[in-house]
């Protein structure tokens, strides 16, 4: 294999790993919007809750305290009356 064939695959490997995490944000953002919970996002593509919370609040501007909350099972209108 010469250079060129080697620095072309390896631009291909590239893109594929970045189009599978381009997928996977993708994911993570449209089973948030379906209100899936967080720990089975992590599951679903094969991530921490920690790095799910860490694309949805750069992806989505979400508030680390309600993506806490949806973290640990509690839903945004439970999660505003205990904060009242």
Not at 31 to 48: F, L, N, R, V
Not at 59 to 71: F, W
């Amino acid at each position: 294999m010469g250079l060129e064939e080697a620095i072309l695959q390896e631009v291909r490997e590239q893109g594929i790993e970045q189009g599978i995490e381009q997928n996977k944000r993708t994911v993570i953002i449209r089973s948030h919007e379906k209100d899936m919970p967080i720990t089975d996002i992590a599951e679903i593509t094969e991530m921490t809750v920690e790095e799910v919370e860490q694309i949805m609040a750069i992806n989505t501007g979400g508030n680390p305290l309600h993506l806490s909350a949806m973290a640990a099972g509690v839903e945004l209108p439970a999660l505003l009356q205990l904060i009242q």
